[in-house]
């Protein structure tokens, strides 16, 4: 990348977060002077002291790193992004009560920063929009007077693994014009191997697709447990069977909750778009929320549950995470509630104020869900009369 006089190449708005931190953090260690610009000032003073606020792969490492070659800095001030050449936006479009797209979160926080743009600097979309967010936030800026370049680059790695996947993984890259393209090429390769050249439109939906089609493919096979398991049959022993030597349905996945901040939201932008004619994703919307209803039903609901204390092991959304966003062990937990169950609830990695240790949560609870398939459940050892709910297959590895 050129030099410049400036004190920073890259500003990333959100910076503190999911998106943000590990692409500030791989950027800044690479050499190129990034500025992390975040409301969350909690989260930028455990950053400052060398911690993630979350779990990343190789995080700490490089953030140490980063910190010593001092090409890492710190702001909540938003008017510091004025003459950076690349302004990265890690805010998308989640969705709203009713599954559509909210667009408010993006224009506030564009509405703020457009007096501190101009013609020469490029503004790069990170995080997940619905389709033709680009193409209208173009003709917002426009509207506007802002002369920015404007790109689209959407993250596609898995939470927990940002870093080494940047590195790995080619990056989707577009613009709005040829110079936004370029740009934004040139500030990727300097930490990826590759960079896949998309129109805008071809890069929304290619994020979009990615999460929705993994999202229908853990629906079906959510759909087959629920079938199999309501005939007395164990669908994890079936599958097992149903794969040996069999290579045609080795990429089958096991059940679980298909959960967390993406997938779902993901899923119902498609359907948004399609003005809800998006029928597979409606129907694994359906399958996937459905899940632990169906574990509930299975323990006789209220008939059987009434009174009984039951524990939830792992409430993240995904294994090894301590992220809590959207996990369907909350969902699980009231619905539980609700049947008249006392619920407790227990994590080795997530925090929450209604959680309580996994011991207690072992000694007390005569029945045992695994809410999500932490390494560790495998080597548990549960009290005999214990009935456990392991709908992933954690414990019988």
């Not at 979309?125 to 404007?150: I, M, N, W």
């Not at 050249?197 to 999460?211: D, G, Q, R, S, V």
């Not at 899940?291 to 959304?317: C, E, R, T, Y």
Request: hydrophobic share 40%; aromatic share 8%.
């Amino acid at each position: 990348m050129s030099s410049t006089n400036r004190k920073y190449e890259v500003v990333v708005i959100g910076g503190a977060g999911h998106i943000g931190a590990p692409l500030s953090i791989l950027l800044a260690a690479q050499g190129v002077p990034t500025l992390i610009c975040d409301i969350n000032e909690e989260s930028l003073e455990i950053l400052k002291g060398g911690k993630l606020p979350f779990l990343e792969n190789q995080g700490e490492e490089l953030l140490l790193k980063a910190l010593s070659m001092d090409t890492l800095g710190f702001t909540n001030d938003h008017t510091k992004i004025q003459g950076i050449p690349y302004v990265i936006l890690t805010i998308g479009t989640p969705i709203d009560e009713f599954h559509n797209p909210v667009f408010s979160l993006l224009t506030n926080c564009v509405d703020k920063i457009i007096p501190y743009l101009n013609k020469d600097q490029v503004l790069i979309l990170r995080s997940t929009v619905a389709p033709g967010t680009t193409h209208f936030l173009e003709q917002y800026l426009r509207k506007r007077d802002c002369e920015a370049l404007l790109s689209f680059c959407p993250e596609r790695v898995v939470q927990g693994k940002a870093i080494e996947e940047i590195r790995q993984l080619p990056q989707l890259v577009s613009g709005t014009s040829t110079e936004a393209f370029e740009k934004a090429k040139n500030l990727f390769l300097e930490l990826a191997p590759e960079v896949v050249e998309a129109t805008p439109a071809e890069a929304e939906f290619a994020k979009l697709i990615c999460n929705a089609y993994r999202y229908i493919e853990f629906a079906a096979t959510n759909q087959m447990y629920m079938l199999v398991e309501s005939a007395g049959v164990d669908y994890i022993k079936l599958l097992d069977k149903m794969k040996k030597g069999y290579p045609r349905m080795a990429s089958i996945p096991g059940p679980g909750f298909a959960a967390g901040p993406c997938l779902m939201k993901d899923t119902m932008q498609l359907g948004s778009f399609s003005k809800k004619d998006f029928v597979l994703g409606q129907v694994a919307t359906l399958i996937n929320e459905g899940l632990p209803d169906f574990i509930v039903s299975q323990l006789g609901g209220s008939q059987k549950l009434k009174g009984k204390k039951v524990g939830i092991l792992g409430m993240a959304f995904k294994a090894q995470s301590d992220d809590i966003r959207d996990s369907l062990s909350f969902k699980l937990g009231k619905t539980l509630l609700f049947h008249g169950a006392e619920v407790l609830c227990c994590d080795p990695y997530a925090r929450h104020s209604s959680f309580t240790s996994e011991s207690e949560v072992l000694e007390k609870c005569g029945i045992l869900i695994i809410g999500v398939p932490h390494v560790r459940y495998a080597e548990l050892t549960f009290p005999a009369k214990t009935k456990v709910v392991d709908l992933w297959g954690i414990t019988r590895r």
